[in-house]
């Protein structure tokens, strides 16, 4: 995962709050450049190391940290990775006749995917996989197995 925060430039109501892992010390501010100059004299103060890539470091801790920071994660799929993920599973599908499993197979993907972290739902319906991007019609088919490493159900075809 990766988290960028989508606020920048503009003054957010309550703050961003950074929070040093190394001191422990947290720093709030509405204005996320100021907080991240604030961040990096804490950091420097304390002898720590500014490495490269500390900003997108210093981005994910203030999503991390901040309740009212808007945050995405740039590491989800794109619509080009949605289509194409898509489009393979699809592809795999017509392959094998269009087979979709039986009721209680679906039944048993979808409560898997409502307990996994990865889910996306809709007042407590699963509507889809973060991973793949695929809704959540892709647990009908046959031909499909869950994204994640290791997976957590398998393709039946
Ligand atoms: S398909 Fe796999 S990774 Fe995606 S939500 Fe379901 S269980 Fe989780």
């Known amino acids: 995962m ?3 925060i989508q606020q920048k430039g503009i003054v957010v109501a309550g703050g961003f709050t950074y929070k040093c892992e190394e001191t422990g010390e947290s720093f709030k501010h509405p204005h996320l450049s100021v907080l991240e100059d604030i961040a990096k004299k804490h950091l420097r103060a304390n002898n720590l190391p500014i490495p490269a890539g500390w900003h ?3 981005e994910e801790n203030v999503c991390r940290n901040s ?3 808007v945050c995405r994660d740039t590491a989800a799929p794109s619509i080009v990775d949605k289509a194409l993920s898509l489009s393979k599973a699809l592809a795999k599908w ?3 006749g269009f087979p979709v499993v039986p009721q209680e ?3 048993q ?3 898997i995917c409502l307990q996994c972290p990865h889910h996306t739902e809709k007042k407590g319906v699963y509507t889809g996989c973060k991973i793949c991007g695929c809704r959540k019609q892709k ?3 046959s031909t499909s197995k869950c994204p994640d490493n290791p997976p957590r159900w398998f393709n039946l075809k």
């Open 67 to 69: 309740p009212n920071a």
């Open 139 to 141: 647990i009908a088919l």
């Open 105 to 107: 197979i679906y039944n």
């Open 94 to 96: 017509a392959v094998e």
């Open 109 to 111: 993907r979808e409560a």
């Open 2 to 4: 990766s988290l960028e």
């Open 56 to 58: 997108e470091q210093f």
